[in-house]
C-alpha cells in the first residue's frame, strides 16, 4: 500500500526526523512546544543545480551546504537552531545512491548542529535538483541582532577568512587556475571545501548577541553585504582592503593574481559574520571567538552618512568594483 | 546600489510582509514571539509547474494554491495560521507582470487567511517555476490533532465535496471532456476553479481539535489518505462510495461517465479535511461545520484490523482501484 514516495521518506528522511515533534515525518505537520521567555528565529533560503552548487558537487556537500546558509543565517543574529523543514526537488534521473549519500550528509549536519529535521516535502522536477531549506532558531525575547543598528565610531569586525568560496568556485569552473595561482593540493582543496561546505559560526551566536550593534552574514559578497547593513542602519563605512582576513590559499592566489580582489570583496560564499561593534567592546569578541578557535578581524570603521562603504587599497587609493555583490536578477 | 534581486524583493515581497517580525524584509531573518502555553505546528509543501499547476494557470492562483495546501494541513491538524516563509525559483522567462499578478494573489491570500509573508528567498533556475512554502500556525499546548488516533467505531467523516480538483484537472487536459461530461460553463468552472484554487478548512479547525480522534487533509487522494490515516492509527476501514460528498458537477460526470468513480476517489487535489470522529460527537461537529457553511459528510466506519480502507460500491461489492493515491515517484 506505500507509494514509492512514501518509501523515499520512510528511508531516508525518516531517520533524520529525531525530534519528537516531528512525529517520524508520518503526519501532515510537526509540532514544537517553544521554551517561554524565547522568540523564534525565521529563516529560509534555496539552492539550485548549477546556480548555488555545481551539478557534480558531492550529494552529501550539496545538503550540508543547503542546511548551513539557513543556520550562517541564524549565527549572525545570535540564534541557536532548533529545527527545519526542508522541500527537495527531484530530477527524473535521480538515484537512490544519491539521495541516500545526500540524507547521509544532512544527518550528520542536523546532528553537529542540534538542528534536527521536522517535516518537508519531496516532489519531482523536469528542472534542475533544487533544495529548498527553512530553518527556526530561538533568542531570548528581543535580543535578536539585526541588521540595523550599526553606529558612527563602530568597528567593522569579520569573522574567519573572507574570499575563499568565491574562489573555491572559480577553481572547480577552471581547475587550470590552481597552477597560474601556484597553489599546491591542500591549498586548492581548501577554497574548493570552503565553496562546498561553509563553516556556520553557531559559536560565536552568544558572543554576537552580547557585543554586536548590528550583524548580517556574508553570503553575497563582503562589500555588497555590508552596504546592506549601512544602508538600513542609515550610515556608512570605510574599510581597509589589507585588513580583510585571507587564508594562506587566498593570500597565494592574489599575489598570483592581483585583480583577483574583486572576486574576494564581493564574490559571495563566504558565510562569514559582518558586524558592527562598538570600539570597547571589540577586545572582549575577538577573545570570545580566539576562545572559540575562531579569527575576529576588525577590517574597518562605520562612519556617518550615506552611500556605500569605501574600499581603501594599500596605497591609500579608493577601490571600485563592477559588482559589488552577486545578485540573481 | 540596489540589485535586481533587491529591487524584486522590494517592490513586489515587501508589501506581503506585514508582520513586525519580518522586519519588512531587509534582515537575514525574521523574528515571532509565540504566545505562551501554545505549540508551534510546522508544514511545508512544494508545488512545480507541471506537477502541482499546470504552466498557464494564472499567476495569482499559483500563489494562492501554493499558500492554500499549507493552510489545508494547518487546519486539518486544528491549528490557526500565523505566518509563511517562501522560496521562489524564477525561470529565465518569468516578467515582471507575472510576479506583480502572483505577489498580488498572494497577498490577498495572506490578508484573507491571517498569513503574512515572514521572509524568503527568490533565485532563478533554468527548470520549471517552483514554490515552496513553509507555514506555521498555533494551537492550545498538546492539542494538535495527528493522523493517529482513530479508533475503531469512529466515524469517518469528510468536509467539502470530494473529486472536483482531479476532475478539473482532467478537465484543463482534455477541454473536451466539459461536452462528454454534459457540463455547462459554471459546471466545468467550479470544477478548474476547485483544482486551481483549494478551499482550505480554517473555519474547522476548532471543531477538529474539539471532535476528531485524527485528522489529516486529503491531498493525494481520499482513498489512499485514509490509508494512511488507519495505517499510522493500527485501524482499518469500511467506506460506502455512494456516501461519498459529490459536486453537483462531479455528479454528472460520474454519471456521464462511471468510471470517474476511481478519478475522484484516488485523484487527489482535494485539500478537505478527512477526520475520524466518535459516533456521539459527530453531530456536534457537523452541526459547527453547518454553521460555517462547510458540509460534513459521515462515508463510513473506523474497524478493527489491518489493511488498506475497504470502499463499497452501491451493489454492495468491494471496489478495487488501480491506485489508492498520487504519488511522485
Redesign the interface.
Known amino acids: 500500500?506505500q507509494?514509492?514516495?512514501?518509501?523515499?521518506i520512510a528511508r531516508y528522511f525518516k531517520p533524520l526526523a529525531r525530534h519528537p515533534?516531528a512525529?517520524g515525518l508520518?503526519?501532515?505537520?510537526?509540532?514544537?512546544?517553544?521554551p517561554?521567555g524565547y522568540?523564534?528565529?525565521?529563516?529560509?533560503?534555496?539552492?539550485?543545480s548549477?546556480?548555488?552548487f555545481l551539478p557534480d558537487d558531492p550529494a552529501d556537500a550539496i545538503a550540508r551546504k543547503a542546511l548551513r546558509v539557513n543556520l550562517s543565517?541564524?549565527a549572525?543574529?545570535g540564534?541557536a537552531p532548533t529545527?527545519c523543514?526542508?522541500?527537495i526537488?527531484?530530477?527524473p534521473a535521480f538515484s537512490e545512491g544519491w539521495l541516500r549519500d545526500f540524507c547521509a550528509g544532512l544527518q550528520s549536519d542536523c546532528e553537529a548542529f542540534g538542528c534536527p529535521v521536522?517535516?518537508?516535502?519531496?516532489?519531482?522536477?523536469?528542472?534542475?535538483l533544487?533544495v529548498?531549506i527553512?530553518t527556526?532558531g530561538i533568542?531570548p525575547?528581543g535580543a535578536?541582532v539585526?541588521?540595523?543598528g550599526a553606529k558612527p565610531r563602530d568597528r567593522v569586525v569579520v569573522t574567519g577568512t573572507i574570499g575563499d568560496g568565491a574562489l573555491g568556485l572559480r577553481l572547480l569552473r577552471d581547475p587550470a587556475k590552481a597552477q597560474a595561482w601556484s597553489l599546491n593540493q591542500a591549498q586548492a582543496g581548501h577554497l574548493v571545501d570552503r565553496y562546498r561546505v561553509p563553516r556556520p559560526r553557531m559559536a560565536m551566536a552568544t558572543s554576537v548577541r552580547a557585543f554586536a550593534s548590528a550583524a548580517?552574514?556574508v553570503s553575497?559578497g563582503l562589500v555588497?553585504d555590508l552596504?546592506?547593513l549601512c544602508?538600513?542602519s542609515g550610515v556608512s563605512a570605510v574599510i581597509e582592503v589589507d585588513a580583510i582576513p585571507l587564508s594562506g590559499a587566498a593570500r597565494r592566489a592574489l599575489h598570483a593574481e592581483p585583480s583577483l580582489i574583486e572576486t574576494i570583496a564581493t564574490g559571495g560564499d563566504d558565510f562569514e559574520i559582518l558586524c558592527a561593534i562598538a570600539p570597547e567592546h571589540v577586545r572582549a569578541f575577538q577573545d570570545h571567538a580566539r576562545a572559540a578557535g575562531i579569527a575576529a578581524t576588525d577590517i574597518g570603521e562605520i562612519v556617518e552618512g550615506e552611500?556605500?562603504p569605501r574600499v581603501i587599497g594599500a596605497d591609500g587609493a579608493l577601490l571600485t568594483f563592477e559588482h559589488?555583490?552577486f545578485?540573481?536578477?
Open positions: 500500500m507509494s514509492g514516495e512514501d518509501k523515499l515533534g512525529l508520518t503526519d501532515d505537520a510537526a509540532f514544537y512546544t517553544p517561554e522568540d523564534l528565529v525565521l529563516t529560509t533560503d534555496a539552492v539550485v548549477g546556480v548555488h543565517d541564524l549572525a543574529k540564534a529545527g523543514l526542508m522541500t526537488a527531484l530530477p521536522f517535516g518537508g516535502d519531496t516532489v519531482r522536477t523536469d528542472g534542475p533544487s529548498s527553512f527556526f533568542v525575547h535578536m539585526r541588521r540595523k548580517m552574514d553575497d555588497g552596504a546592506k544602508d538600513v552611500g556605500p559589488a555583490s545578485s540573481h536578477f
